[in-house]
């Protein structure tokens, strides 16, 4: 490495790393007005900051590897001091265009993340090999088994309230037994599967959200990437794929319980047992039990994805594991609604 003083010509070596740079960087100032990179060969991080500070210092840089260029590109937008940056705009049109750039930028990711999840677990269908399943299984237990309780006690809870509150007003005219049906539908088409949902989207949406943030957080995708393993392969399909099986087993498990609490508070109401039954047997058929199975099967897929995509969407930071925790829940819940009202305009026009 040598630095003419007089003309500001710094001819770099094969080598350009921290140690070089330490002694370099005060000595070249903003004095440097051409660099000769032809004979650099390997550069780490401070040799990439050394020479994009003398580019945005206005000096000419000649001879770069392109490898080694296409690591300085993403960096040619900022400013050398933080207080050269254009100002913030905060005007309405100002947010507004924040807000559609990250919209936009969000769509982008996910479209992209499907794609590549569609093509990974193609490839694993073809080769099942390839899947961790092992680590499919663990997830599947912490993610079903374990959440059995929360599950089943608020589908418990629900149809307990249900029958509570529609058996006043039914039973001025003289109908309450038909309190059995509101509940049993109610609980069998919508809310079983969607409060199981919420409740894994809450639990294991987040901890998936958080586990790969924490990941990305600490350079350990990087550091798969770098081993040639890939992440969408190794991290994402084997949680994807619990989601998919544990949801459904979770929802009718919830389905059952809801079901059971409205039997509970109207036998406690003084009706028996097989009245109920019967009333259920000939308020409930098979169509009713596959729709919100149905639904189950792409919520666990929805809640599954979601997280794992906002965990790999974490950034730098002591909050970015939070941030994208709180993402995966409210984004989870939000496409689970979205997707039950797609659903339920589906189901209609075919008239199940």
Same mark, same amino acid.
């Given at each position: $490495?040598?630095?003419?003083?007089?003309?500001?010509?710094?001819?770099? &070596?094969?080598?350009?790393?921290? &140690?070089?740079?330490?002694? @370099?960087?005060?000595?070249?100032? &903003? /004095?440097?007005?051409?660099?000769?990179?032809?004979?650099?060969?390997?550069?780490?991080?401070?040799? @990439?900051?050394?020479?994009?500070?003398?580019?945005?210092?206005?000096?000419?840089?000649?001879? @770069?590897?392109?490898?080694?260029?296409?690591?300085?590109?993403?960096?040619?937008?900022?400013?050398?001091?933080?207080?050269?940056?254009?100002?913030?705009?905060? #005007?309405?049109?100002?947010? @507004?265009? /924040?807000?559609?750039?990250?919209?936009? +930028?969000?769509?982008?990711?996910?479209?992209?993340?499907? %794609?590549?999840?569609?093509?990974?677990?193609?490839?694993?269908?073809? #080769?099942?090999?390839?899947?961790?399943?092992?680590?499919?299984?663990?997830?599947?237990?912490?993610?079903?088994?374990? !959440?059995?309780?929360?599950?089943?006690?608020?589908?418990?809870?629900?149809?307990?309230?249900?029958?509570?509150? #529609?058996?006043?007003?039914?039973?001025?005219?003289?109908?309450?037994?038909?309190?059995?049906?509101?509940?049993?539908?109610?609980?069998? /088409?919508?809310?079983?599967?969607?409060?199981? !949902?919420?409740?894994?989207?809450?639990?294991?949406?987040?901890?998936?959200?958080?586990?790969?943030?924490?990941?990305?957080? +600490?350079?350990?995708?990087? !550091?798969?990437?770098?081993?040639?393993?890939?992440? $969408?392969?190794?991290?994402?399909?084997?949680?994807?794929?619990?989601?998919?099986?544990? *949801?459904?087993?979770?929802?009718?498990?919830?389905?059952?319980?809801?079901?059971?609490?409205?039997?509970?508070?109207?036998?406690?109401?003084?009706?028996?047992?097989?009245?109920?039954?019967?009333?259920?047997? #000939?308020?409930?058929?098979?169509?009713?039990? $596959?729709?919100?199975?149905?639904?189950?099967?792409?919520? &666990?897929?929805?809640?599954?994805?979601? %997280?794992?995509?906002?965990?790999?969407?974490?950034?730098?930071?002591?909050?970015?594991?939070?941030?994208? *925790?709180?993402?995966?829940?409210?984004?989870?819940?939000?496409?689970?609604?979205?997707?039950?009202?797609?659903?339920?305009?589906?189901?209609?026009?075919?008239?199940?």
């Amino acid at each position: $490495m040598d630095f003419n003083q007089k003309t500001g010509c710094l001819k770099l &070596g094969a080598r350009l790393d921290a &140690g070089e740079v330490s002694a @370099l960087w005060s000595a070249v100032g &903003g /004095r440097v007005r051409h660099v000769d990179a032809s004979p650099l060969e390997t550069c780490d991080g401070a040799g @990439l900051a050394l020479i994009w500070y003398v580019q945005k210092g206005g000096a000419t840089v000649t001879g @770069l590897r392109p490898e080694i260029a296409a690591l300085l590109r993403p960096f040619d937008h900022l400013p050398v001091d933080p207080a050269d940056a254009p100002p913030r705009d905060n #005007s309405l049109f100002g947010q @507004l265009g /924040r807000a559609a750039s990250q919209i936009w +930028n969000d769509t982008r990711d996910q479209v992209a993340f499907i %794609g590549e999840f569609t093509v990974t677990a193609l490839r694993c269908a073809v #080769s099942p090999g390839q899947v961790r399943w092992g680590d499919m299984w663990v997830i599947a237990q912490r993610a079903g088994v374990d !959440a059995l309780i929360v599950a089943g006690m608020v589908s418990l809870l629900t149809g307990m309230i249900m029958a509570f509150q #529609s058996s006043v007003p039914l039973k001025q005219f003289g109908v309450d037994i038909f309190v059995v049906n509101l509940v049993a539908l109610a609980i069998l /088409r919508e809310l079983g599967p969607i409060m199981t !949902a919420v409740v894994l989207a809450g639990r294991s949406g987040s901890a998936f959200a958080a586990e790969i943030g924490t990941m990305k957080v +600490n350079e350990e995708i990087d !550091a798969l990437v770098t081993m040639g393993i890939e992440p $969408m392969r190794f991290l994402v399909v084997p949680r994807v794929l619990a989601g998919f099986l544990v *949801t459904p087993v979770l929802t009718v498990y919830a389905n059952f319980l809801g079901v059971a609490g409205g039997f509970f508070v109207m036998m406690a109401l003084g009706f028996p047992f097989m009245a109920l039954w019967n009333q259920l047997v #000939s308020a409930v058929g098979v169509t009713d039990v $596959m729709t919100g199975t149905i639904k189950s099967f792409v919520f &666990g897929i929805l809640v599954a994805g979601v %997280g794992c995509l906002r965990g790999l969407q974490t950034g730098t930071g002591a909050s970015a594991v939070g941030v994208s *925790t709180t993402r995966a829940v409210v984004s989870g819940i939000f496409l689970i609604v979205l997707v039950d009202a797609v659903f339920a305009a589906i189901f209609y026009t075919i008239q199940w």
